[in-house]
């Protein structure tokens, strides 16, 4: 997941190629261990790094 994030952070990969990358051909089984290890989904994780970028 620690990769997952890097690359949430850093590129502009969609959820999906994000997922295949770190290893889960699912995305929504992806999303949804990523809920479970980050306390929000991908996208929010996402947002909420783009508006911390910015500040």
């Known amino acids: 997941m620690d990769k997952a994030k890097t690359l949430l952070r850093s590129t502009p990969l969609k959820f999906y190629e994000i997922a295949g990358q770190v290893g889960y ?28 970028e910015r500040r």
């Open 25 to 52: 051909a699912d995305p929504n089984y992806f999303s949804l261990l990523f809920k479970k290890h980050a306390g929000m989904s991908p996208r929010d994780y996402r947002d909420l790094a783009d508006r911390e």
